[in-house]
C-alpha cells in the first residue's frame, strides 16, 4: 500500500514503476493497482511464457510503444499495461473484476488515500521477488495562469471585465 495525501488537483496520467522484479516463470505473475477510489488495471497477467525476469525495472504507462511479451523473457523497459488470457481472479482483500486494461482509469481522479499493487503467483514451484518495491508517478492537467491585468467592477446587477488591450 502507498497512502498518497496532499496532492493538489487530480490526476492526469498515472505511471507505475516496478523495481528489481525478478521471477523464475514470469507467466506465473497477476499484477492489479486499485486506486483509492477502487478503480483497478490489471498491469500484467499471463506475460513473457516459457521465460523469466530478473532485476528488472518496469515502467508502466499508457503511451509507451509496446507490451510486455507474450513469449519468452522479460526485460527492463516501459510498456503498457499488458493482459493476456487467461485472466484469473484474485483472492479477497483484492477487489473482484472485471478489471480495466489500462492507467487511464485513473484519469480525472483524486489521488489522495491508498493505492494498493496486489501481486499473485497463480503456480507453485517456483520463486519471485520485488526487491526494490514500487513507485507512483502522477501528472495534473496544467492550470491556465490568471491573465494579467484582469479587473472586474460592478455595474448595476451587472459585472464588467477590463483588461489591458496590449496583453
Do not use: C
Amino acid at each position: 500500500v502507498i497512502n498518497i495525501a496532499g496532492f493538489n488537483g487530480l490526476a492526469d496520467k498515472v505511471t507505475i514503476t516496478l523495481t528489481n522484479l525478478s521471477h523464475t516463470h514470469v507467466a506465473d505473475i497477476q499484477m492489479l493497482l486499485v486506486g483509492p477510489q477502487g478503480q483497478s488495471v490489471l498491469l500484467m497477467s499471463d506475460v513473457g511464457l516459457f521465460g523469466g525476469v530478473t532485476n528488472a525495472i518496469i515502467k508502466f504507462d499508457d503511451d509507451a510503444t509496446n507490451s510486455l511479451p507474450q513469449l519468452g523473457g522479460v526485460v527492463s523497459g516501459t510498456y503498457k499495461p499488458t493482459d493476456y488470457p487467461p485472466t484469473v481472479g484474485f483472492y479477497p482483500p483484492a477487489p473482484a473484476g472485471p478489471y480495466g486494461s489500462s492507467l487511464s482509469v485513473f484519469r480525472g481522479t483524486d489521488p489522495n488515500g491508498d493505492w494498493k499493487l496486489f501481486i499473485l503467483d497463480d503456480q507453485g514451484n517456483d520463486v519471485g521477488s520485488l526487491a526494490g518495491g514500487w513507485r507512483i508517478t502522477f501528472e495534473s492537467p496544467p492550470i491556465a495562469p490568471p491573465l494579467p491585468g484582469l479587473a472586474m467592477r460592478p455595474l448595476g446587477n451587472s459585472l464588467v471585465f477590463t483588461w489591458p488591450l496590449d496583453r
